[in-house]
């Protein structure tokens, strides 16, 4: 449904009014994608050059250091990750391009020809991490951008964000929960049950959410294994989707990425998703479930998240009264680099 052309919390409103003419939201389309970040599994990540010194800020504990005090790359990271170090993340700034090309098949039960597209988008996250007393981490950052394309349609990619989305948030002190918020405050603000559709915030948050993995205490030897899980909020045009996802990690060893020996990771996910609104009057009951796989990267010496890829797959059904049922099957990649 098109919305009105009004400023939808910091999103244009003649951008958002041509993303919601796609099969499903384009917004919602690129975070159901990215909140399944998923690779192939025999995927090896790509020779590159090595790559210059990140511009992050540094921790405050090696602010001033002699150069030589510094963590470095080669052998003392080697070893840290080959022995099985633990990760812990290291405060400072770091800035990560989060992109997916989403392609979106639309079939239904009155036996109507299946139609699909290809949607791609790319946002960029900032963030600033900072070290608490007991051990957790602040979160605050910002998507400076965010833009959406069709594959195949000879135009620029469209920027949907009018202004940058600020949020906030904490990784706990067990590692094992992100909590993040849009806004600057400290608290998360008041938003009604079910989510606040005219806003693109909780679609927004599962992006930068692909910004932090999330990696308990202790040595990551291979083999070890933990789970997660998030319940985020998004929209299909007025009807909010609950998408709950539960993750599985494994340790699988080292890997060279440039010039950093990285303990490297795979998370497999299985996804939920449900909601039910209004649309032009009607009700509308979407229901679905789908699955993916990422591989993500970690320094372990200098306490950082190097980026991932991964693939989803999510199959949705969407009924109204006295319609027939539509099938959507949503096929997405998705990458994550670290900006230097």
């Not at 002190?173 to 049950?193: D, I, K, N, Q, W």
């Not at 927004?204 to 205490?217: H, I, N, T, Y």
Request: a positive charge.
């Amino acid at each position: 449904m098109t919305p009105p052309r009004r400023q939808l919390h910091g999103i244009r409103a003649d951008a958002a009014a041509t993303a919601a003419r796609a099969p499903l939201l384009v917004v919602g389309v690129a975070l159901l994608a990215a909140a399944a970040c998923t690779p192939p599994s025999a995927r090896q990540p790509a020779a590159r050059p090595p790559a210059p010194a990140p511009k992050r800020t540094p921790p405050a504990s090696n602010r001033g250091a002699s150069p030589a005090a510094a963590p470095t790359s080669g052998a003392p990271n080697a070893a840290a990750a080959r022995a099985g170090a633990p990760f812990s993340y290291a405060p400072g700034s770091y800035r990560y391009a989060v992109t997916s090309a989403a392609t979106i098949e639309l079939a239904s039960d009155s036996g109507g020809q299946q139609r699909g597209e290809t949607v791609e988008s790319r946002a960029v996250v900032g963030l600033r991490l900072t070290a608490r007393g007991d051990g957790a981490r602040a979160v605050a950052g910002t998507v400076d951008s965010f833009t959406v394309s069709r594959a195949g349609v000879p135009a620029p990619a469209m920027p949907l964000l009018a202004a940058p989305l600020s949020f906030r948030g904490t990784l706990d002190p067990a590692r094992t929960r992100l909590e993040l918020h849009p806004g600057t405050s400290a608290a998360p603000p008041r938003v009604a049950a079910g989510g606040d559709c005219n806003s693109p915030s909780e679609a927004l948050l599962l992006l930068a959410r692909e910004a932090l993995a999330v990696v308990p205490p202790g040595a990551l030897a291979a083999g070890r294994t933990w789970d997660d899980s998030t319940v985020s909020t998004v929209c299909r045009g007025d009807v909010p989707l609950t998408v709950r996802s539960v993750h599985h990690y494994r340790v699988e060893g080292v890997e060279r990425r440039g010039e950093t020996d990285a303990v490297h990771l795979t998370r497999t996910s299985d996804i939920g998703v449900a909601g039910q609104g209004a649309q032009r009057g009607l009700t509308v009951t979407v229901s679905g479930r789908g699955s993916a796989r990422a591989d993500l990267y970690l320094d372990v010496v200098a306490g950082h998240f190097l980026g991932g890829e991964g693939e989803s797959t999510l199959q949705l059904d969407l009924s109204a009264p006295d319609r027939a049922t539509q099938h959507v099957t949503q096929r997405a990649r998705v990458r994550v680099e670290e900006q230097l």
